[in-house]
């Protein structure tokens, strides 16, 4: 059954770049390996909801043995633009760059309701215990990315978004 499924997966994967090549179009890139924030996050202008939830969860993931921190909270527009730019020059697209990097206008880290967290296994623990403090991972390529989405106490995360 095994051998079966990839020899369906790699005559699909084939005809649909074949399909690309008569269309005279490359194939679509796969998605880059996701980079993780790293630093010590803005968490003085969260909004106090939040700020609230961040320092629940922080504590809660200290007293569980994990180790769990805010590397990226609050940001200026001007900081948001700048990383916005530079990702855009990366991925080569405003719409490629917006799968990682949302324009200030957009961003939730500009409205101080998002917080990206590190390390990974602080980010996995997140994902696991977040909602009891109303805090969700928000988009599936972005492991570190939480914003206060549970509606209420014992409520569920909505489904994630592929991307931003």
Request: with cysteine.
């Amino acid at each position: 059954m095994t051998r079966r499924l990839a020899l369906v997966a790699l005559l699909v994967g084939t005809a649909l770049a074949g399909q690309h090549a008569l269309a005279g179009k490359p194939p679509p890139a796969p998605d880059p390996v996701p980079v993780a924030p790293t630093g010590v996050g803005d968490t003085d202008h969260l909004t106090p909801g939040v700020q609230r939830a961040v320092t629940r969860a922080l504590a809660a993931a200290a007293a569980d043995g994990v180790e769990l921190r805010v590397t990226s909270g609050w940001r200026s527009p001007e900081q948001q633009q700048v990383l916005y730019d530079e990702a855009v020059r990366k991925y080569g697209s405003t719409r490629q760059a917006s799968h990682w990097v949302l324009p200030p206008s957009r961003s939730a880290h500009v409205r101080g309701q998002a917080v990206d967290v590190g390390p990974e296994i602080g980010a996995r623990w997140l994902e696991a215990n977040g909602v009891r403090f109303g805090l969700c991972r928000r988009y599936d390529n972005e492991y570190w990315h939480f914003e206060l989405l549970a509606a209420a106490t014992g409520s569920r995360c909505p489904a994630r978004e592929p991307h931003a």
